[in-house]
């Protein structure tokens, strides 16, 4: 049988999900760190982690591969880059301070499947995205700059990877999403990994 651990610096965060989990019993812990040394001795630990304790204290290309301990990140406010870059370091859930006790509930036990549990805000952006899109013409630079896109980067991040200023990687963005017809950039970045912009470019 799997144990639930609740992981965060903050008494409040883990004293509001005590309260929805009702009567499950729970391990708590303070740090990662922590919780990783603990789950040594337990078959399957479900750890549900705030986002800004995992985001502050795990170096940004540590991975949680670990067997016996699955994390579910609640996060205080949807963001696509951040949810792509913590299911490519491995974690298994992921919802919003906004969840119900039944949806946490229910993360717990797909997780604990080893399935990957997701919010349902995601569909709501997926929406929009338009379904075929024969021809877009993009410049050459924006489509370096959606292939980041894809990948999650925020502009700090494409800026640096592009070497372009952030205002000019600002002003790429906004014309991709004119050009998609779609009204922010998760749905121009769920666009670009529909269409293959997060594959490596082949050499000709």
Known sequence: MFKVGICSTSVFFRNAIKSLLGDQEVLEFETVHDARRAAAAYRCVQLIVHETDLLNEIDENAKFTEENIRIIVIAPKFS????????DRGIRGYQLETVSSSVLRATIQIVALNEIALPSVLAEHLAG?????????????????????????????????????????????????????????????????????????LNS
Request: hydrophobic content about 45%.
């Open 80 to 87: 696509h880059s951040n949810l792509v870059s913590l299911i």
């Open 129 to 201: 995205i338009p379904k075929d899109v024969a021809y877009v013409p993009l410049s050459a630079k924006e489509m370096v700059v959606i292939r980041c896109l894809a990948k999650g980067y925020c502009n700090k991040e494409i800026s640096r990877s592009v070497g372009i200023a952030e205002a000019t990687t600002k002003v790429h963005v906004k014309a991709i999403m004119r050009k998609l017809g779609v009204s922010n950039r998760t749905q121009a970045a769920v666009w670009a990994v529909r269409h293959g912009f997060d594959q490596p470019k």
